[in-house]
Structure formats: structure tokens, C-alpha cells
């Protein structure tokens, strides 16, 4: 899962498993989350959202669970792929549409050949 | 399309100094915003803009100033840079809101 921390949480996944990625969001009034993606360098990367209306929303390899109770959020990658090496880190809105993200610290994700 | 493009790449600033960090999207979006990225933090906003001549502060605005006379553009200026203000800046930009954002590829600054 995601930390406040200094160290990024890292997750070794061999290549061709699945991956799943945790977040813990805080605020029970989000309405919207996002998954974004990081390679070293560069910008992030939308991947996939969900509202909170919704539990579960599907993209191309990627599946996002979104469980309101606890107040938590998984992104799935299945078949893990070399070029799926970066940090993942989840952001999350009270109001859809608006730019108030609030943006967790993310995991780093390394896939083992 | 080039997408989000932000200039300089790096930069290396003294206390006291200003400097501008460029902004630019051919994308014809009327949302631009302005983050920062610190080791061990989420991304933070500073500015953001949903059109031209129209800014709003995020997050993290002080020691900051933005202005948008243009669609395509949207700079960050710091006015008397200071330590704490050494970072990873991040542009992005989308068509609106119900859009996802898309990222510039960030400007690392660094100030002694």
C-alpha cells in the first residue's frame, strides 16, 4: 500500500503474474479516484478512474476496485508486462471535475524477467 | 501533437533569484494546472487555470505566480526563490472536467 513515508513501498511481481496495488484514501466524501502511472523521468499517466458510485471499472489490463466501506482502492494489472516498471500512485477527489486532487505518495512496481 | 511541453528541464537557481518555468499545450485545452512533486510527498497543486485570463490557487501558492493570456500557455514564476522551493514541477493540462489530465514531462529545479 501507499505511504507518507520517505521510502516508496516497492512490489516485486515475476513477469506474466499479477499485480495489485493498494491505496488507502481519506477522505470518506471522495467522489472520484484516479490511478496514475510514473516511469522514471517522466510525467505521470492516467491510467484508469472510477466514481464512487461504482465498485469496480475495467481498461485494457488494468482493474480498479474501489471498496467505500473501508475506504480502499486496489489497481490490478494482469499479466505484467517489462514496460509496466514504475510508481503507481492513486489520486482522489471530493468533487468530480474539480483540480483538488489529492495525490498519495505511490508504490513502486518492478517486474522481475 | 507535441502534447504538454514545460521548459527548462533543469534548473539551478540561488536564493533570491526569480526565473520562469514555461508552459505549453497544442492541444486546445482549457485546463492547465501547476504541481509539485517532493520525495516522500504526493503530488501538490499550486495554480491552476480553466481558461484563458481565469487562475485559482491550489495547494500550495505562496512564493508563486501564474497568469494565462493564452490558451496554449500557462507560466510559473517564482518570484525570490527559496530552498524549500527546490522540487520537480509538473505541468498538465485537459479539455475539461470531465477530461483526464495529461502530464508535461517536469522541470527539476534546484535552488542553493
Known amino acids: 500500500g501507499e505511504s507518507v513515508g520517505l521510502h516508496l513501498p516497492t512490489l516485486s511481481v515475476q513477469e506474466g503474474d499479477n499485480s495489485i496495488i493498494n491505496c488507502a484514501y481519506s477522505?470518506?466524501?471522495?467522489?472520484?479516484f484516479i490511478w496514475y502511472k510514473q516511469e522514471s523521468g517522466k510525467g505521470p499517466q492516467f491510467i484508469i478512474d472510477i466514481r464512487s458510485n461504482m465498485d469496480k471499472r475495467q481498461g485494457q489490463r488494468v482493474t480498479v476496485l474501489l471498496n467505500k466501506t473501508v475506504k480502499h482502492l486496489s489497481l490490478q494489472i494482469a499479466a505484467t508486462q517489462p514496460g509496466d516498471s514504475a510508481v503507481y500512485f492513486c489520486a482522489e477527489n471530493p468533487v468530480f471535475g474539480n483540480e483538488k486532487l489529492t495525490f498519495g505518495t505511490g508504490t513502486r512496481l518492478t517486474i522481475i524477467p | 501533437n507535441a502534447g504538454v511541453t514545460q521548459t527548462p528541464k533543469f534548473q539551478v537557481l540561488k536564493t533570491g533569484q526569480s526565473m520562469t518555468l514555461q508552459c505549453a499545450q497544442d492541444?486546445?485545452?482549457?485546463?492547465m494546472s501547476w504541481y509539485r512533486q517532493d520525495p516522500g510527498m504526493g503530488l501538490r497543486l499550486i495554480h491552476y487555470s480553466v481558461g484563458a485570463g481565469i487562475t485559482d490557487q491550489g495547494e500550495v501558492p505562496n512564493g508563486y505566480n501564474v497568469s494565462r493570456s493564452t490558451t496554449e500557455d500557462f507560466p510559473l514564476r517564482l518570484l525570490s526563490a527559496a530552498p524549500s522551493q527546490t522540487s520537480v514541477y509538473f505541468c498538465?493540462?485537459?479539455?475539461?472536467?470531465?477530461?483526464?489530465?495529461?502530464f508535461g514531462p517536469g522541470t527539476r529545479l534546484t535552488v542553493t
Open positions: 477522505n470518506s466524501a471522495s467522489d472520484y
Open positions: 492541444m486546445n485545452h482549457e485546463y
Open positions: 498538465a493540462s485537459r479539455k475539461g472536467r470531465d477530461y483526464e489530465q495529461y
